[in-house]
C-alpha cells in the first residue's frame, strides 16, 4: 500500500511528534508513505480569507503532484486535510473551477486523488486489524478523544464521520485496549489561529474543552489536529493561571498512542519532549 | 414613540448586497429567519470574540447594511470552524459568508473591525510567499512587532512552556528547491480574478 503523504508546515517544524508518530504507526501497518516532492503550505486560514480562488489554489498546487503519481494522498493536519478536501469539492460541484484552479497551478487538475485525514485512514482498516497490532495494551488509560471542528466540519465536505458526535478516534482508542470517555465536547471550537489575533478569547475557549475533558475524567486528551494540540497544550499553564484553576492533563496526539501500543519507543515518536503538558504522568500510567 | 420597518420592503429595496454575496458565495442569505441557532452553538460568540453575533451578520446582509458588515469584528473572528453551517435549519452555508464578507473587506482595504487579523493574515502570506512554507519563528517576531511594537506582548505561556517551545521552533526557515511555488499561484489567481 502506498499513499503520498503530505505533512504540512506544523508537522515539520513545532510538531515533530504528529509527523514521528504518523510515520511510526503507518510502518508497523506496513503502509509506505511517499512523501509529496517539494510541497508548499496549505494556505491555512490566511490563504482563503484572502480570495476564494488563491484558498483552493495554494493546497492544490501540492495536490496535483499526488494526483500525476496517481496516488492518493494521507493529510495528518486537520486544517490542511480540510484545505485540500475542498479543492476536490469546488472541482467537482463549480462549474468552471477546475479550469480556474488549473490555470492558477499551471497544471491540470482533476480532482480524482481520494485524501485522507489520518483518523478516517486508519479506522479504514478495521478494528480489528489495529487490535491485532497490538502489542502493548493501554489498559485502564481514560481518554477523551478530541476531534476539534476541521476533521467533521461542515458536514457536505468533510463527511466522514458524525459532525456532531464523532466515534471513530474513539473506537481506535478502544481498539487500543483504552477507555474511551463519553463526553461532550468532541468537537467544540479551541479557538484555532485566532491565538495570533486574540490571546483573551482563544485561552477561553480552549479552557472549556479542557475542563470538561477533565470534569470526564480523562487522564489525557488525544488530538488530531496541530493547532488544537499547541491550544490546548502549549497554553494549559497561562489558562490555569488567567482561571486560577489546577489543570494538570497531559495533551497528546492520538497516534502517539496508537505508535506506543504498536511497540513504538516514546523518545522515537516525540512522546517524551514534544510537548508542554504533564506527559511524564502520562508515561508513568501506561508503562 | 414606536415605529414599525417593513422587513420585506427593506430587504427588497436593498437586495443588491445580498445578491453579490450570493454571487460570490453561492449562498443565499435571505433564506435566513434569525432562529439564532448559529449563535447559539458559535463558541468564538460566546467566549466574547465577536462584536455582533453571526444571525445579526445574515440580517445584515438582508437589510443591505454592507459597509457596518464589512466595518464589524465578527467577519474576522471567525474561525471558520462551521459548527453554524452543521447547524443551520435553513441550510445556509454561514461559515462561508463569514469568509466571503472578509474577502470583500480585505479587497476594499476595510481592516479596522479587527486589525490583528487583517495584520496576521497579511503577515502569513507574506511568509508563504517568501518561502513557499510557514517560517514560524519569522512570522512570530513580525507579528509581535507589528501587532503591538514590542516582541515580548501576550507571552505569558509559561517559563516551562517557553523553554520547550525555544527548544522545537526551527530556526532557520524551511528549505524548498523551489519556494517560488506560492508566489507564482497568488499572481496567477490575481490575473483570473481581476478578468471576471
Ligand atoms: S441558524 Fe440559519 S436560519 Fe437560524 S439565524 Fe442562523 S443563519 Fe439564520
Ligand atoms: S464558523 Fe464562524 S460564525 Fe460559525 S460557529 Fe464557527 S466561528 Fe462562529
Known amino acids: 500500500m502506498r499513499y503520498a503523504y503530505y505533512p504540512g508546515c506544523s508537522l515539520h517544524s513545532m510538531e515533530t511528534a504528529y509527523d514521528r508518530s504518523v510515520k511510526a504507526v503507518c510502518k508497523h501497518l506496513g503502509v509506505e ?10 494556505g491555512a486560514s490566511s490563504g482563503h480569507s484572502m480570495g476564494h480562488l488563491v484558498g483552493l489554489a495554494i493546497p492544490a498546487k501540492s495536490l496535483v503532484k499526488a494526483e500525476k503519481e496517481g496516488l492518493d494522498v494521507l493529510a495528518p493536519c486537520a486544517a490542511c486535510w480540510q484545505r485540500m478536501v475542498w479543492v476536490n469539492h469546488e472541482i467537482n460541484n463549480s462549474p468552471g473551477m477546475k479550469e480556474k484552479i488549473s490555470r492558477a497551478i499551471e497544471e491540470e487538475i482533476n480532482g480524482t ?76 471550537c479551541c479557538g484555532a489561529s485566532m491565538i495570533f489575533q486574540d490571546v483573551d478569547t482563544t485561552v477561553s475557549m480552549s479552557k472549556k474543552v479542557i475542563e470538561m475533558a477533565y470534569k470526564a475524567g480523562a487522564d489525557v486528551i488525544v488530538t488530531a489536529c496541530p493547532v488544537c494540540e499547541m491550544n490546548l497544550d502549549m497554553r494549559m499553564e497561562q489558562i490555569n493561571k488567567k482561571f486560577k484553576t489546577n489543570f494538570k492533563i497531559p495533551v497528546v496526539y492520538f497516534t502517539e498512542l496508537m505508535a506506543y501500543a504498536m511497540g513504538s519507543v516514546p523518545q522515537q515518536i516525540g512522546l517524551d519532549s514534544g510537548h508542554c503538558s504533564d506527559v511524564q504522568s502520562l508515561l508513568a500510567k501506561i508503562s | 414613540m414606536s415605529s414599525t420597518v417593513n422587513l420585506s420592503a427593506q430587504q427588497r ?44 451578520i445574515m440580517r445584515m446582509v438582508q437589510l443591505g447594511m454592507e459597509e457596518e458588515a464589512l466595518r464589524t469584528r465578527t467577519i474576522w473572528a471567525c474561525v471558520l470552524c462551521s459548527t453554524c453551517t452543521a447547524r443551520c435549519p435553513r441550510d445556509i452555508d454561514i ?9 470583500m473587506a480585505h479587497k476594499r482595504g476595510i481592516t479596522e473591525g479587527f486589525n490583528n487579523a487583517s495584520v496576521f493574515h497579511n503577515i502569513f502570506m507574506d511568509s508563504i510567499i517568501k518561502y513557499g512554507r510557514v517560517y514560524e519563528a519569522g512570522l512570530l517576531v513580525a507579528l509581535k512587532m507589528k501587532q503591538s511594537g514590542t516582541m515580548f506582548a501576550d507571552l505569558p505561556i509559561g517559563i516551562p512552556a517557553m523553554i520547550n517551545v525555544a527548544f522545537r521552533l526551527p530556526k532557520l526557515p524551511p528549505k524548498m528547491k523551489n519556494s517560488d511555488q506560492v508566489r507564482r499561484v497568488v499572481e496567477n489567481c490575481k490575473k483570473i480574478e481581476g478578468e471576471n
Open chain 1, 113 to 188: 486523488s481520494k485524501i485522507f485525514s489520518i483518523i478516517d485512514f486508519l479506522a479504514s482498516f478495521g478494528m480489528d486489524k489495529i487490535a491485532q497490532a497490538v502489542k502493548k495494551p493501554l489498559k485502564g488509560l481514560k481518554v477523551a478523544s478530541y476531534y476539534g471542528c476541521y476533521y467533521v466540519k461542515p458536514p457536505k465536505v468533510a463527511h466522514v464521520d458524525d459532525p456532531e458526535n464523532p466515534h471513530l478516534m474513539d473506537d481506535l482508542m478502544q481498539a487500543l485496549g483504552a477507555e474511551a470517555i463519553n463526553w461532550p465536547f468532541k468537537t467544540e
Open chain 1, 33 to 42: 508513505l511517499w512523501e509529496i516532492p517539494d510541497w508548499v503550505c496549505c
Open chain 2, 13 to 56: 429595496e436593498h437586495s443588491d448586497f445580498a445578491e453579490r454575496v450570493f454571487k460570490e458565495s453561492g449562498v443565499d442569505v435571505l433564506k435566513c429567519y434569525q432562529c439564532g441557532k448559529c449563535s447559539a452553538g458559535c463558541s468564538v460568540h460566546i467566549c466574547g470574540g465577536m462584536d455582533v453575533s453571526p444571525n445579526r
Open chain 2, 95 to 103: 461559515a462561508r459568508v463569514m469568509d466571503t464578507l472578509r474577502i
